[in-house]
Nanobody
Framework: QVQVVESGGGLVQAGGSLNLSCTVS??????????MGWFRQVPGKEREVVSC????????YYSAFVKGRSTISRDNAKNKLYLQMNPLKPEDTAKYYC???????????????????WGQGTQVTVSS
C-alpha cells in the first residue's frame, strides 16, 4: 500500500520561509521511477500545480506565482521530496499536496495527477 506523507506546514508570517517534506513508501517501483510534484488548493478554488521535478532532478517546473522564490528537490535514496519557499506571501495560504506518478505531463514534466498517488496534504497559513 502506497503512502504519501507531507510535513512541514503550519502558521508562518509573511516574508518568512517554508520547508515542506514528503515521504513516499510502499511503491512497487523504485522511487526514482516517479515524477514528483507539489500542488496546492484553497477551499472553493481549483487545485493548482506549484512545482514539479523529474526522476533525477534534471527537469524542474515552477508555476509563475512561485518562480524565483521556491526550490524543489528530491532525495531518491530516502524516497523524499522537498519544497522550499521564501519569501512567503499571504496568498500562499493553502493546503499543499505531494503527488507521485509514474506518468507525467509532457508540457511541464509534472506527474499525472489522475494516475498518481496523493498525500493527505499539509496546511500552510501565511499571516500578513
Amino acid at each position: 500500500q502506497v503512502q504519501v506523507v507531507e510535513s512541514g506546514g503550519g502558521l508562518v508570517q509573511a516574508g518568512g520561509s517554508l520547508n515542506l517534506s514528503c515521504t513516499v513508501s510502499g511503491l512497487t517501483r523504485p522511487f526514482d521511477d516517479y515524477f514528483m510534484g507539489w500542488f496546492r488548493q484553497v477551499p472553493g478554488k481549483e487545485r493548482e500545480v506549484v512545482s514539479c521535478i523529474s526522476w533525477n532532478g534534471g527537469r524542474t517546473y515552477y508555476s509563475a506565482f512561485v518562480k524565483g522564490r521556491s526550490t524543489i528537490s528530491r532525495d531518491n535514496a530516502k524516497n523524499k521530496l522537498y519544497l522550499q519557499m521564501n519569501p512567503l506571501k499571504p496568498e500562499d495560504t493553502a493546503k499543499y499536496y505531494c503527488v507521485a506518478s509514474f506518468n507525467y505531463v509532457e508540457d511541464d514534466g509534472c506527474p499525472r495527477t489522475d494516475l498518481g498517488y496523493w498525500g493527505q496534504g499539509t496546511q500552510v497559513t501565511v499571516s500578513s
